[in-house]
C-alpha cells in the first residue's frame, strides 16, 4: 500500500519540546489505519534539536526522514523542502511548539477526502498568539489584500492533494510565502475549525526582528504594493509642488516677493530623499531578481537521514 500522507514538520529551538511533540505524534500515528511517512525538517536550529529529536524517534520506534540544512532559511522555506522530499498522495504540515494537536491533522485528512477539496486550512477558533504578533498579521494580511488576494484563511496547520505541489521551486531554493505558491496552486480551498493551544514550554524561534524581516520579504517579493505607494506619493508630491511653484511664482510676479532660501533647501531635501527612497525600493527589487538569477537563492542540504521500522 502507497503512502496516503506525509506529515511535514519543521524544526527549530525545540530541544524542551520535541520529546513531547514526537510523543504526541507517533501515539497519534500508532491509531491510523494508513500509511504516514513523518518528515522533519531541521532548520539549522543552534540548540541540541537535533540530539533530542533522533533519541525520542528512536524511542518512539517510528518511520520517518529527517532533513537537516545547512543555514537558517526560515519555516517556509524549511516546510517546503519537507514538501519536495514527501511521497504521500496528501501532504500535512504542522508547528514544532505543541499549538496544534496532532489529532487534528486527522480531522483535515477525513475532511479533504470528504470535500474533495485541493487545500485545507486549520482555522483556529480562538489564536493563541501574542497580541501584537496578531496585529502585525492582521496589517500583512490588509496589504496582501490590496493586491487583489486574500490569506486571511491562511495558517501553518494545513493539507493538500499532491498535485497543490506543482508550482514548487524544481530546484531547492528559498520561499519567502509558502502559501502564496500553494493558493495559485489549488482550486478549491476551504478551512475546518481547530484548537490552537497556547504555547506552555519555551518561546516562539520567531523574534520580533525576525517577523519584521520576513513582512518585509512577503511584501517585497508577493506584491507590487511598494512600487505602487511611491509612484502614488511621487505623484502626490508632484502635485502639491506644483501648487506650491504656483503659489512662489505669483508672489515673485505681483507683489516682487523674495523667494526665501530655507523653502527651497526644505523643498530640495525633501525631493532627494523621496527620490533615494524610491530608488532604494526599486533597488530591492532589482537585487532579488538577481539572486534568483545567479541562483544565490539556493539551499543546501546538510544531512539525510531515513528510518525504516
Do not use: C
Not at 294 to 308: A, C, F, S, T
Request: positive net charge.
Amino acid at each position: 500500500m502507497g503512502i496516503r500522507l506525509s506529515l511535514i514538520i519543521p524544526i527549530y529551538r525545540s530541544e524542551t519540546i520535541i520529546p513531547e511533540l514526537i510523543n504526541q505524534v507517533s501515539a497519534w500515528m500508532k491509531e491510523l489505519d494508513y500509511a504516514v511517512e513523518l518528515i522533519l525538517v531541521n532548520d539549522h536550529s543552534p540548540d541540541q534539536s537535533e540530539k533530542v529529536l533522533l533519541k525520542a524517534l528512536a524511542e518512539a520506534k517510528v518511520t520517518y526522514q529527517y532533513i537537516s540544512l545547512a543555514k537558517n532559511y526560515g519555516q517556509h522555506t524549511a516546510t517546503a523542502i519537507g514538501m519536495k522530499y514527501s511521497k504521500g498522495e496528501y501532504v500535512a504540515t504542522m508547528d514544532d511548539d505543541l499549538q496544534h494537536n496532532p489529532a487534528d491533522i486527522g480531522l483535515l485528512f477525513n475532511y479533504i477526502i470528504e470535500s474533495n477539496n485541493d487545500l485545507v486550512y486549520g482555522n483556529y477558533e480562538i489564536k493563541k498568539h501574542s497580541t501584537l504578533r496578531n496585529i502585525g498579521t492582521r496589517l500583512l494580511q490588509w496589504v496582501l489584500h490590496k493586491e487583489g488576494r486574500k490569506f486571511s484563511m491562511v495558517t501553518s496547520l494545513r493539507i493538500m492533494k499532491r498535485q497543490v505541489l506543482q508550482l514548487l521551486p524544481i530546484h531547492a531554493q528559498k520561499v519567502f510565502f509558502l502559501d502564496d505558491i500553494l493558493l495559485l496552486s489549488a482550486g478549491n480551498v476551504d478551512t475546518i475549525p481547530v484548537t490552537h493551544n497556547k504555547r506552555t514550554i519555551g518561546k516562539s524561534g520567531y523574534s520580533w526582528f525576525k517577523l519584521i524581516n520576513m513582512a518585509l520579504s512577503i511584501i517585497l517579493l508577493h506584491s507590487s504594493f511598494p512600487l505602487r505607494l511611491i509612484s502614488r506619493a511621487g505623484l502626490l508630491i508632484s502635485i502639491i509642488f506644483f501648487f506650491v511653484g504656483t503659489y512662489y511664482i505669483f508672489k515673485k510676479l505681483m507683489f516682487d516677493a523674495v523667494i526665501g532660501y530655507t523653502s527651497i533647501i526644505v523643498s530640495i531635501f525633501f525631493s532627494t530623499g523621496l527620490i533615494l527612497f524610491s530608488l532604494g525600493i526599486i533597488g530591492e527589487y532589482i537585487r532579488r531578481m538577481w539572486e534568483h538569477l545567479q541562483r544565490l537563492d539556493g539551499v543546501i542540504i546538510e544531512k539525510e537521514i531515513k528510518n525504516d521500522v
